[in-house]
Structures are given as structure tokens and as C-alpha cells.
């Protein structure tokens, strides 16, 4: 069956430090990895999505990255954090857009 | 006009009541629509795909109307344990770019 980790689960991080988070996915190949953020009292929103190794799309500018190195591996980074980065950050997986898409457990970070 | 809007609420609701979301979506020509049920603090977790036909799965039943675009779900004989948020879901353009959530509307199920 199909998992995906999400990893750390809190983070707190001063301003201005980098911020590396990581997900990957098992029992499946060439997922579409996507990448949201959920502010406090805020929806879901779209950060970045992958349809493949090395192919990233960004939705908003922003001081963040992303990065796939491996298949069913993807990274999000900051070189330098801000008070407005932080957020409940969930990384979700799909094969096709027309089923629904299944969410790691997240990572719930706060910079101070 | 919002992408996807749902009503907040929060709905509180006697257990063993039915009770009915709604949610509109502007863009038309959203392809997959679905509902997503989320805990305080967790994930979100894949309650029902929408389908124009509806659809229903135990308790909860799902439509869809194209033309006005506007999507619900009803949850009857409601439990404690459906107390969550909800949130309305679209695929935005029916292809891999990812999906637009509503921001939800929370549900509180009372004893």
C-alpha cells in the first residue's frame, strides 16, 4: 500500500535561518508531489507541485523552494526564514487529478 | 469572487440531526470535485469524490450541479465523532497542478 512520510511534525525556527522539510512516498511510482501551506484561520494553499524529477511549478513568490531529487522524494527549502513563513506545511501525493490527493501528516512551523 | 467558498459556520448540531453543507466553486472547468474531512491539527483526509450523478457513502451523500456550479454534502443521523472541519474541494483546471480547497466549514456535533 501506498504511505507518505512527512518529517519533522513541529519545527521552530528563529528568522532568518534556512528551513529544510522533507517528504517521500512508498508504494508508488512517479507520483505527483505537491507542496501546500496552511496559515492560521487561512485555507489550504497551493506552494509548488511536481509532475516529475527535477520538474517543479511554483504557484506564488515567495522566499521558499522546492526541489525533487529522486522520484518519490520532494523537498521544500528557505535560505533565510520570515515571521510570515510560518504555517502547517503538508506535502500530498496523487497518480492522476482526478482522484483525490492523500496528505502527509504535516509539519507545523513556527518561526519566531 | 472566491474560488472555492463554503460557509464557515460553525454549525452546531444535536447528535442524530442531518445536517447540509454547501460550497460554490467559480471556475467551470473544474473537473474533479471532492469533500475533505480535517481534525484539529491533523491532515486533511479524503471523505467522498463528488460525482455529477451523486453519490453516497453510508451516512453522507454527495451532488453536484454543473450548471449552477455548487456542490454539497449531508451528513445524516450525525455522530460526536463527525465534529471536524470540512472542506470543499476542486481540481482546478482537471489536470496535475493541484487542487483548491474552500477554507472549510466546521462542524460541531453536540451531545
Known amino acids: 500500500s501506498q504511505t507518505i512520510h512527512q518529517w519533522p511534525a513541529t519545527l521552530v525556527q528563529p528568522v532568518g535561518s534556512p528551513l529544510s522539510l522533507e517528504c517521500t512516498v512508498e508504494?508508488?511510482?512517479?507520483?505527483?508531489l505537491y507542496w501546500y501551506r496552511q496559515a492560521a484561520g487561512r485555507g489550504l494553499q497551493l506552494l509548488f507541485y511536481s509532475v516529475g524529477i527535477g520538474q517543479i511549478s511554483s504557484e506564488v513568490p515567495q522566499n521558499l523552494s522546492a526541489s525533487r531529487p529522486q522520484d518519490r522524494q520532494f523537498i521544500l527549502s528557505s535560505k533565510k526564514l520570515l515571521l510570515s513563513d510560518s504555517g502547517f506545511y503538508l506535502c500530498a501525493w496523487t497518480t492522476t487529478g482526478d482522484t483525490g490527493y492523500t496528505f502527509g501528516s504535516g509539519t507545523r512551523l513556527t518561526v519566531v | 469572487r472566491k474560488e472555492v467558498e463554503q460557509d464557515p459556520g460553525p454549525f452546531n448540531v444535536p447528535e442524530g440531526a442531518t445536517v447540509a453543507f454547501n460550497c460554490t466553486y467559480s471556475n467551470s472547468a473544474s473537473q474533479s470535485f471532492f469533500w475533505y474531512r480535517q481534525d484539529c491539527r491533523k491532515e486533511p483526509k479524503l471523505l467522498m469524490s463528488v460525482y455529477s450523478s451523486g453519490n453516497e457513502d453510508g451516512r453522507f451523500t454527495a451532488q453536484l450541479n454543473r450548471a449552477s456550479q455548487y456542490i454539497s454534502l449531508l451528513i445524516r443521523d450525525s455522530k460526536l465523532s463527525d465534529s471536524a472541519t470540512y472542506l470543499c474541494?476542486?481540481?482546478?483546471?482537471?489536470?496535475?497542478?493541484?487542487?483548491?480547497f474552500g477554507k472549510g466549514t466546521h462542524l460541531i456535533i453536540q451531545p
Open positions: 474541494v476542486v481540481n482546478r483546471r482537471g489536470g496535475a497542478d493541484g487542487l483548491t
Open positions: 508504494g508508488t511510482s512517479n507520483p505527483n
